[in-house]
């Protein structure tokens, strides 16, 4: 039973391009979360799907950010035009239902390093 | 706004030893929930150990065993026998009835040998 997989592990841009970065969720698992790390701080809340719905998109700044959650396929964050200040870790989780007592299933993260 | 507070950027202890890992929060909430994440070098966030407010009793899950003082609004880990494989950054979460984590700033803790 596969956990929550995310790719690329790690990905380098620069300034200017777009970063995609995919999430999987864990089997049965219909509920996505996007979280970001930057460097020596804790996660903040950037979005969280549905299936084909954004439920919140509160944590994600204005520009630049999307996400999507398709009916088939990952669930995808993508940045437009990338600048040094993106460069962080992100995370995506997943739960069964929401709201849940069981917390979330995260992923290993995808390194986005902007040069 | 909810806060999540951890005071120790960085604790050590030896091997097979003690610690214990402090978090204080912020809310005006009475029902909510608290969780411990580790996160060693592999970055992979793996839950510890959860507390639901309305529970006095305090969570064990093995080695690891919380304080929660909820009055004072503390949340402290308690690791028992620490172990090498214990070395990872900690954090403390906070979360109400929805469903956003919000999160401390971290811990890393180092395990002599």
């Known amino acids: 039973n596969a956990g929550v997989m995310q790719n690329p592990r790690h990905l380098v841009r620069r300034r200017g391009q777009e970063a995609r970065l995919r999430c999987s969720p864990m089997?049965?698992?219909?509920?996505v979360y996007w979280y970001r790390q930057l460097p020596e701080e804790g996660l903040k809340f950037m979005v969280y799907?549905?299936?084909?719905?954004?439920?919140?998109e509160s944590g994600m700044p204005k520009e630049r950010f999307s996400a999507e959650f398709p009916k088939e396929g990952p669930s995808i964050l993508r940045i437009q035009q990338v600048v040094r200040g993106d460069s962080a870790a992100y995370f995506c989780?997943?739960?069964?239902?929401?709201?849940?007592?069981?917390?979330?299933?995260f992923g290993s993260g995808t390194r986005l390093t902007v040069v | 706004a909810q806060t999540v507070t951890q005071s120790q950027p960085e604790m050590s202890v030896q091997e097979a030893e003690t610690v214990t890992l402090s978090c204080t929060y912020d809310?005006?909430?009475?029902?909510?929930?608290l969780f411990w994440y580790k996160q060693p070098p592999s970055r992979q966030m793996i839950l510890v150990i959860r507390?639901?407010?309305?529970k006095q009793q305090n969570a064990t899950e093995n080695r690891f065993s919380v304080n929660f003082q909820k009055a004072a609004k503390s949340f402290s880990l308690k690791i028992s026998d620490s172990q090498l494989g214990d070395a990872a950054m900690y954090f403390c979460?906070?979360?109400?009835?929805?469903?956003?984590?919000?999160w401390g700033a971290g811990t890393k803790l180092i395990i002599k040998p």
């Open positions: 979460a906070y979360r109400e009835s929805n469903y956003q984590l919000i």
């Open positions: 507390q639901e407010a309305y």
């Open positions: 809310t005006s909430e009475s029902d909510y929930y």
């Open positions: 799907l549905q299936k084909e719905n954004i439920i919140d």
């Open positions: 989780a997943s739960s069964p239902s929401n709201p849940t007592y069981y917390g979330y299933t």
């Open positions: 089997k049965g698992h219909s509920h």
